[in-house]
Every structure is written in C-alpha cells, then in structure tokens.
C-alpha cells in the first residue's frame, strides 16, 4: 500500500514540477518587472545605484522601465518550452546584472564578512532561480532531436 501512493506522488510530481517550474518563474520574473515598470519596485534604489556606477550616462527612469519590460520578457518566454534557447541567454544576462552589486556595491550587500543585508539576500537568493532554470533547461531535447 505505502509503496503504491509513493509511486503516486512521485508521478504526480514528475508531470506537474515542469509546469509549476516554470510558472514560478514566470511570477517571479514578470511580478518584479511589473513593479519596476510602475514605479513600486523596492529594489529600485539598488537598481538605479548599479546604474549610476556602470552606466552613468543612461537615464535612470527609462533604464527602470526598460529593465521591467526585459524583466517581463523573460518570464513570458519562460512559459513556452520553444522558447529556452532564446530566455536562457537572457536570463544569464539578468542573473549576471544582478549579482553585480555584491561586489561593485558591498556596501548595499554586505552588513559584515558573510553577513548580507536585506538586499544582498535578495541577491543571493537568485542561486535557486539559476538552480530552477537549469532544472527546465536540462529538459530541452538538442537540437537534432526536435
């Protein structure tokens, strides 16, 4: 019997942690855009104190919008399994931009050696979305077998 609804709950999960998979990074990534784009972002001071000390010639609130907007891109594209080809160089790209200030920044990220802020947890975190992604793109099949 026990070994009977463990197969069940191992086949449950195998059919609906892609989709789950992918959904949740569509949430993450499309709820975060959607607040920069709005202007409600909690993470804009960061955001916008990246900017100022990579690129300080690009005018902060077009660079938000646009951020949102990419941000909500690459949630869109991560619903479609033919899309991760395109979304996951995107992603790298964003996940890159986003580690940044842990180390062009410390002083947003970093409280103490090993002791991250607020936002430097909110960097750090970022670990699992590249660990979930990873999980969907180890799913593509390559390109000869599509």
């Given amino acids: 019997m026990l070994e009977k609804m463990d197969s069940s709950i191992i086949r449950f999960v195998q059919r609906i942690s892609m989709p789950l998979a992918r959904?949740?990074?569509?949430?993450?990534?499309?709820w975060f855009g959607?607040?920069?784009?709005?202007?409600?972002?909690p993470a804009t001071p960061?955001?916008?104190?990246?900017l100022k000390s990579t690129?300080?010639?690009?005018?902060?609130?077009?660079f938000l919008i646009f951020f949102g907007l990419f941000e909500m891109l690459i949630a869109i594209l991560f619903l479609f399994p033919r899309f991760?080809?395109?979304?996951?160089?995107?992603?790298?790209?964003?996940?890159?931009?986003?580690v940044m200030p842990l180390f062009?920044?410390?002083?947003l990220a970093w409280e103490s050696t090993f002791v991250p802020?607020?936002?430097?947890?909110?960097?750090?975190?970022?670990?699992?979305?590249?660990?979930?992604?990873?999980?969907?793109?180890?799913?593509?099949k390559p390109m000869n077998a599509e």
């Fill in 34 to 41: 959607l607040l920069k784009v709005v202007g409600a972002s």
């Fill in 84 to 98: 991760m080809r395109i979304v996951m160089p995107l992603f790298l790209i964003h996940m890159v931009t986003t």
């Fill in 104 to 107: 062009l920044i410390p002083e």
């Fill in 46 to 50: 960061l955001v916008l104190k990246l």
């Fill in 55 to 62: 690129l300080p010639h690009v005018d902060p609130a077009t």
């Fill in 117 to 140: 802020t607020l936002e430097g947890q909110y960097m750090i975190k970022n670990l699992v979305l590249v660990a979930l992604a990873f999980t969907i793109a180890s799913n593509m």
């Fill in 23 to 30: 959904v949740a990074i569509f949430v993450i990534f499309f």
